[in-house]
T-cell receptor, first 111, second 113 residues
Framework: QKEVEQDPGPLSVPEGAIVSLNCTYSNSAFQYFMWYRQYSRKGPELLMYTYSSGNKEDGRFTAQVDKSSKYISLFIRDSQPSDSATYLC???????????FGQGTRLTINP | NAGVTQTPKFQVLKTGQSMTLQCAQDMNHNSMYWYRQDPGMGLRLIYYSASEGTTDKGEVPNGYNVSRLNKREFSLRLESAAPSQTSVYFCASIEAGGPGEQFFGPGTRLTVL
């Protein structure tokens, strides 16, 4: 079993829809949770960064962490065609030198 | 500020050939990483360097070697390329090692025939 599991999709939704992307993990020591966005043929870029449990909102994006269920989510409201990309979750524990990434979910927003 | 740069952008090798992928960052970061990305596999860590002068194996180090030439540069070498090493390679850096934001380069697309 992988330490971090993410449904690779692909996921295709109409413009304006609410998108939900999810990851599960098995390492209870993880405290730092991130979402990276990767456009086609580009390197990943950090989108959201949360510490421990709870919600964090940034514009149309909301990141949720439920440590009791070992489950994290990224919600995109009023999705736009420019949100079409691969979204990778990543996580790490305090003092760790490295992150563990999910497989990535390929998302397409149709105009 | 160029951020993280990688060369070359594309490369085609024959089985058994060797090559070095170059990575440089101009953000004065201490830690640098090499990943490979394959369809459906996400990013897998090959090697990392927590600071100048140190390197450590990641999840998939077999068939690769690295050199942290100085604080700016971290190279990845394939001594005898195999078709299984066909992938997109990303270099990343972070100010200090740990679970923080990693800054990624644009990637090198490598095909081994």
């Amino acid at each position: 079993q992988k330490e971090v599991e993410q449904d690779p999709g692909p996921l295709s939704v109409p413009e304006g829809a609410i998108v939900s992307l999810n990851c599960t993990y098995s390492n209870s020591a993880f405290q730092y949770f991130m979402w990276y966005r990767q456009y086609s043929r580009k390197g990943p870029e950090l989108l959201m960064y949360t510490y421990s449990s709870g919600n964090k909102e940034d514009g149309r994006f909301t990141a949720q962490v439920d440590k009791s269920s070992k489950y994290i989510s990224l919600f995109i409201r009023d999705s736009q065609p420019s949100d079409s990309a691969t979204y990778l979750c990543a996580m790490g524990d305090k003092g760790a030198q490295k992150l563990v990434f999910g497989q990535g979910t390929r998302l397409t927003i149709n105009p | 500020n160029a951020g993280v740069t990688q060369t070359p952008k594309f490369q085609v090798l024959k089985t058994g050939q060797s090559m070095t992928l170059q990575c440089a960052q101009d953000m004065n970061h201490n830690s640098m990483y090499w990943y490979r990305q394959d369809p459906g596999m996400g990013l897998r860590l090959i090697y990392y360097s927590a600071s100048e002068g140190t390197t450590d194996k990641g999840e998939v180090p077999n068939g690769y070697n690295v050199s942290r030439l100085n604080k700016r540069e971290f190279s990845l070498r394939l001594e005898s390329a195999a078709p299984s090493q066909t992938s997109v390679y990303f270099c990343a850096s972070i100010e200090a090692g740990g679970p923080g934001e990693q800054f990624f380069g644009p990637g090198t697309r490598l095909t081994v025939l």
